[in-house]
């Protein structure tokens, strides 16, 4: 009984190792390892070199198109498996891993007022952007000298994980600041351009174009060749800049008059030219991205004092001699208003006397009107010969007749306010060809 058992078991064994044998070389069983992407099964590979060798494809490809340091930003894993049959297909898993995976850098953010603005590829290229911002708006000129620079925000700079895709260029970075968008569209002036017409050609108002260009604010002239912002700036960061500025100015000449009576009372002349002074002056000039906001005087040098304008101006009123064949027609009274007066519309000149003074013929000749009329009311015109003649207008009485003689300070009327008049005078004309001509030019002051 033992031993047909003992057989039995020796058969058993016998069987299950021809079993095994034959499974074994019909399925060769084997480790292959399976990958997962954020727990997604995309295919298994063959070994775990083989699935680094994948990893590593795609992030050197990856970081040679954009030249940084690139990590998956999802998990990727394997895990080994046992399979009886194994089945392993690289080519699909790498396929797989490519359509789903994304990367993400250690950037180097500027974050101003506790907001991250943007993001450069290393921390000496996010300082490299602050210090441009922070110089932009200084003054390149001879006559500015800086005094400082520095961005009033609240602004560091630190590291974070971002896309690749986040990571701007210096430049890019700058542009991006100052103007508060990626490019910035510019107009270049072509000849006989002007502010008006470029502003007419870009669709912008003229103000706008000077908010945009700061250097519009004093001069509207346009250079062929200016590059012109188009683009209303808004930058992301708030620049102050503090410099001393050298000025030359001029010292504005004061005007000082002397009198004389050997003018007439409308006549003035320059005795002494006018020159301006010059200073030159030291100013503390405040800006606020590129704005000035205040200024204020450090030190004043004056380089030449100005010089004194003198003007000499007339004084008299009542000729002292006759200088050439006339006389004057009154013996007192005063010059109310001159020759050329009224915008030069004034024929004649005024003289003020009271009703009733009489008027003398400035030189003999033959009374060719005595009359009234509308603007001159009662007048006498008298006729000296050789293209001369004299008018005498406003008369309160006319004592000559039309074709008489009259010799040189005869009385021919009285003084009064008669005609288109204000107050008693005599308006006293000189003709020569019947254009009439400045009387005072026949007198001294």
């Known amino acids: ?65 954009v030249g940084l340091n690139l990590k998956f930003a999802q998990e990727i894993s394997a895990q080994r498996e046992l399979q009886l049959k194994p089945r392993a297909d690289e080519a699909h898993v790498k396929t797989a891993l490519a359509a789903r995976v994304s990367y993400s850098t250690m950037g180097w953010a500027i974050v101003v007022n506790d907001e991250s603005l943007l993001w450069t590829a290393t921390q000496e290229q996010a300082q ?84 945009a260009n700061p250097s ?16 209303v700036a808004e930058p992301k960061l708030n620049v102050r800049t503090v ?14 008059y002397r009198y004389t009576g050997k003018r007439w009372f409308y006549q003035s002349s320059t005795v002494t030219k006018g020159v301006s002074g010059k200073k030159a002056v030291i100013y503390k000039v405040e800006y606020a991205n590129g704005v000035e906001t205040g200024r204020k005087i450090v030190n004043t040098e004056v380089e030449t004092q100005p010089v004194t304008k003198i003007i000499e101006k007339g ?14 027609p009154l013996n007192t009274g005063y010059i109310t ?17 009271p009703t009733g003074t009489p008027i003398y013929a400035a030189a003999a000749g033959t009374v ?28 309160s009485a006319r004592l000559v007749k039309p074709g008489q003689w009259v010799s040189k300070g005869q009385v021919i009327a009285k003084a009064g306010s008669t005609g288109n008049s204000t107050g008693p005078h005599l308006h006293f004309e000189v003709q020569r060809n019947g254009t009439r001509i400045n009387a005072l030019q026949f007198f001294k002051p």
């Open 1 to 65: 009984m033992k031993k047909r058992i003992l057989l039995g078991c020796l058969a058993l064994l016998i069987l299950m190792v021809a079993t095994g044998s034959a499974a074994y070389a019909i399925y060769r069983p084997g480790f292959v390892y399976r990958v997962y992407i954020d727990g997604e099964d995309v295919g298994t590979v063959a070994s775990i070199q083989g699935y680094t060798n994948i990893l590593e494809d795609l992030l050197n490809k990856e970081e040679a198109q």
């Open 128 to 211: 490299e952007v602050l210090t441009q911002v922070a110089n932009f708006f200084v003054h390149d000129s001879a006559k500015c000298t800086l005094v400082s620079t520095e961005i009033v925000d609240s602004v560091e700079i630190c590291p974070q994980e971002v896309v690749p895709e986040d990571i701007r260029a210096v430049d890019a970075a700058v542009d991006y600041i100052l103007q508060g968008r990626e490019k910035t569209e510019t107009y270049v002036v072509a000849k006989g351009d002007s502010l008006w017409s470029v502003s007419r050609s870009v669709n912008m108002s003229q103000t706008d174009l000077k908010k």
């Open 216 to 231: 519009l604010a004093k001069s509207n002239v346009l250079k062929t060749g200016q590059v012109l912002n188009l683009v």
């Open 243 to 256: 410099e001393q500025v050298k000025s030359y100015e001029a010292i504005s000449y004061s005007t000082a």
């Open 315 to 328: 004084t008299s009123r009542w000729p002292s001699a006759a200088a050439g064949k006339f006389r004057w």
């Open 337 to 353: 208003d001159y020759f050329g007066s009224r915008r030069g519309t004034h024929g004649g000149v005024d003289i003020g006397a």
């Open 368 to 395: 060719i009107i005595s009359q009234w009329g509308p603007s001159y009311g009662n007048y006498v015109k008298i006729d000296h010969g050789n293209g001369y003649a004299t008018l005498y207008a406003h008369a």
